[in-house]
Nanobody, 124 residues
Framework: QVQLVESGGGLVQAGGSLRLSCAAS????????MAWFRQAPGKEREFVAA????????YYADSVKGRFTISRNNAKSPVYLQMNSLKPEDTAVYYC?????????????????WGQGTQVTVSS
C-alpha cells in the first residue's frame, strides 16, 4: 500500500518559518513529480509548489514565490517544503501529492497519491 505522510506543521507567528516533510512508504517515487497543495477553510484546494522527478525543475504559486522552497534529494528521500516569511493567509492544511510522469501540473485532480495533510497556522 502506497502512503504519503506529511509532518512539520504547527503554529507560528507571522514572519516565522516552518519546514514540512513528506515521506513515502510502500514504494519509491522515481519518475513521479511531487507537489504541495493547501486548503484553507471554505476555500478550494490550491497549488503551492512542485518539483519534477528528475529534481531539476521547480514550480511555485505566485503567492509563495520567493518565500517557499520545495526540494528533494532523490527518489527515496522525503520531499520538503521550506516556508519562510509566513503570513496569516498561509494558514491552511498542507497536502503532499505525487503524480506519475514527466509533466508537472498545478491541477490537484491530476495527482495520483495524496497524504492526509498537516495543519499550518500563522498568527498575526
Amino acid at each position: 500500500q502506497v502512503q504519503l505522510v506529511e509532518s512539520g506543521g504547527g503554529l507560528v507567528q507571522a514572519g516565522g518559518s516552518l519546514r514540512l516533510s513528506c515521506a513515502a512508504s510502500g514504494r519509491t517515487f522515481s519518475g513521479y513529480a511531487m507537489a504541495w497543495f493547501r486548503q484553507a477553510p471554505g476555500k478550494e484546494r490550491e497549488f503551492v509548489a512542485a518539483i519534477s522527478w528528475n529534481y531539476g525543475n521547480t514550480y511555485y504559486a505566485d503567492s509563495v514565490k520567493g518565500r517557499f522552497t520545495i526540494s528533494r534529494n532523490n527518489a527515496k528521500s522525503p520531499v520538503y517544503l521550506q516556508m519562510n516569511s509566513l503570513k496569516p493567509e498561509d494558514t491552511a492544511v498542507y497536502y503532499c501529492a505525487a503524480r506519475s510522469g514527466l509533466v508537472v501540473t498545478t491541477t490537484y485532480g491530476e495527482y495520483d497519491y495524496w497524504g492526509q495533510g498537516t495543519q499550518v497556522t500563522v498568527s498575526s
